[in-house]
């Protein structure tokens, strides 16, 4: 067994809720808060943040691999280095 801020976590302890916030904040620190009450608002006991930069996860270029070439994705035509832009946490929160 062991303990998170409090919580046992081990076999005979209730599971252990960590929702993930990915992206889905649409960079708004507002929304991202609104997020993790919605969280804990349901039960879970962490929330998961992905702290990345888009230049720590892919290259600012257009070169095939690097923008979405599928016709019928919603994000055909757009760069994987303006998409991940998009959906990083910024640092600062």
Not at 29 to 52: C, M, N, P
């Amino acid at each position: 067994m062991i303990r998170i801020a409090g919580r046992e976590i081990g076999p005979n302890a209730r599971p252990y809720l960590i929702a993930e916030m990915s992206g889905n904040h649409n960079q708004s620190l507002e929304r991202a808060l609104a997020i993790v009450d919605a969280a804990a608002d349901a039960g879970a006991d962490a929330i998961k943040l992905q702290t990345y930069t888009a230049d720590t996860m892919t290259l600012d270029i257009r070169a095939p691999g690097f923008v979405i070439d599928n016709p019928q994705s919603p994000w055909a035509g757009r760069q994987l280095h303006a998409l991940y832009a998009e959906a990083s946490t910024p640092w600062e929160w």
